[in-house]
């Protein structure tokens, strides 16, 4: 049922349909077009994943907004590892009847060869890593000090790589071990060490717009001169959890993130597995994830709160 603050949201864009381009994927979120054999036309849908599963609702805007973060990310982390952005603006290589499906929801980038896994960094203990430690005191195969909260930072960020699972299948925790074993280890040793330094890059300035980042992930490819380039999407609330640093100084987790609809899924009793793609969400909960997300952009990316 569409309420009055939903329709407030305008039309979603659920999946997109161009003419003049080859698609090559549909992932959770993007879709993705060749253009020529050296680029990508990367378009942000306004679908919605959670526990690697796309949900059958859209939230309008929600493209748009993962797209601004992530371009003002690039801009900002771009001294410390190159970028997939070619500077080209999107609109430049589809139809004129296209424009409207890419305006504010695109880039175009360089064509990469995927590194094979997803670099989560790890700054406070929370998901599966918060899981793992009442468990075993570990995550991700790092001991970690015993008696710690989901509100207390870690000494230092942790690196706790995951492999990159396909549309409606799961991601899994791996050790770094296993990291090496897959791509090597002069590879596995960059990743993890660029994506510790972006974190902190991040935090630190996300801290001083009142935003502690727990954790997110990054993923990276190599141009074909082997040089390792940060892509897809970098520190939105899909990839990231965003924690309110007013109320974490009170011991409260208020997130603006994807976390609140993982937890109102879970008291559903959905928690993954087919049956979730097709579950209509309530117009309150859409409406819920689009006001995070966009307070979020907001805090980060400019404006005042």
Not at 84 to 93: D, I, K, M, Q, R
Not at 112 to 136: D, F, H, M, T
Not at 215 to 239: H, I, R, V, Y
Request: net charge negative; aromatic share 6%; charged share 20%.
């Amino acid at each position: 049922m569409t309420t009055p603050a939903l329709a407030a949201l305008g039309p979603a864009v659920p999946t997109t349909s161009l003419h003049s381009l080859p698609l090559l994927a549909r992932g959770k979120v993007r879709d993705n077009y060749a253009v020529g054999t050296d680029r990508l036309l990367m378009v942000a849908s306004d679908r919605l994943s959670a526990f690697d599963v796309v949900m059958k609702a859209p939230v309008p805007g929600k493209g748009r907004l993962l797209t601004q973060m992530a371009l003002f990310w690039f801009g900002h982390l771009q001294d410390i590892v190159p970028n997939h952005l070619t500077g080209e603006a999107p609109e430049s290589v589809v139809a004129p009847d296209e424009v409207p499906q890419v305006q504010g929801r695109a880039m175009l980038v360089k064509r990469l060869k995927p590194v094979p896994c997803e670099a989560v960094v790890r700054g406070y203990i929370a998901g599966s890593g918060w899981k793992e430690y009442r468990q075993s005191g570990t995550v991700c195969g790092i001991e970690l000090p015993a008696g710690m909260s989901m509100t207390q930072p870690l000494a230092e960020p942790i690196f706790t790589p995951a492999t990159k699972a396909a549309v409606g299948d799961h991601d899994e925790n791996i050790s770094f071990e296993q990291l090496v074993a897959q791509i090597g280890a002069p590879l596995a040793a960059q990743v993890r060490d660029t994506a510790i330094r972006l974190y902190k890059a991040a935090a630190a300035y996300a801290l001083t717009r009142g935003v502690v980042i727990a954790d997110t992930k990054f993923e990276f490819g190599l141009d074909e001169n082997g040089q390792l380039t940060l892509m897809d999407e970098a520190l939105t609330p899909d990839s990231s959890r965003f924690w309110l640093a007013d109320e974490l100084k009170q011991g409260r987790i208020m997130a603006l993130d994807k976390q609140p609809l993982r937890d109102w899924l879970a008291s559903t009793g959905v928690t993954g597995g087919a049956e979730q793609a097709a579950l209509d969400l309530p117009a309150d909960v859409i409406v819920g994830v689009h006001e995070r997300y966009d307070r979020a952009h907001r805090m980060l990316c400019g404006g005042d709160e």
